[in-house]
């Protein structure tokens, strides 16, 4: 199992930025692919980027392409989304996540596959 706790959230304004941390302590991190979440209020959670052991291989969804950037420092067991031109819409809790052991360039973009969970850090966008 490995353990994740996220930071960097806040309380920001439209237009601005944030990086969220996510530090892994319990197994090899550079192991498993990893994947940030998010869940707005009433709504389900959902993936916004992912990216494969190694850092070669990203994905993103739509609605965050240009304006988020996933990265890792596997020497460093952190992993982090620096967000900018933050918009109200981006208010949510996000989360962290690690998915099984995998090959090098595997991405998980279901929420199924992914096993291990930070508990959250709120973000929110002020108009």
């Known amino acids: 199992q490995v353990h994740l706790v996220e930071s960097g959230g806040g309380l920001v304004q439209a237009g601005d930025s944030l990086r969220l941390s996510c530090a892994a302590s319990g197994r090899t991190f550079s192991l498993y692919p990893m994947g940030w979440f998010r869940q707005a209020p009433g709504k389900e959670r959902d993936l916004i980027a992912a990216?494969?052991?190694?850092?070669?291989?990203?994905y993103y969804v739509d609605s965050v392409k240009g304006r988020f950037t996933i990265s890792r420092d596997n020497a460093k067991n952190t992993l982090y989304l620096q967000m900018n031109s933050l918009k109200p819409e981006d208010t949510a809790v996000y989360y962290c996540?690690?998915?099984?052991?995998?090959?090098?360039?595997?991405?998980?973009?279901?929420?199924?596959?992914?096993?291990?969970w930070g508990q959250g850090t709120q973000v929110t966008v002020s108009s």
């Open positions: 996540a690690a998915a099984a052991v995998a090959s090098r360039w595997a991405l998980r973009t279901t929420i199924s596959d992914y096993h291990d």
């Open positions: 990216i494969s052991r190694d850092g070669g291989n990203i």
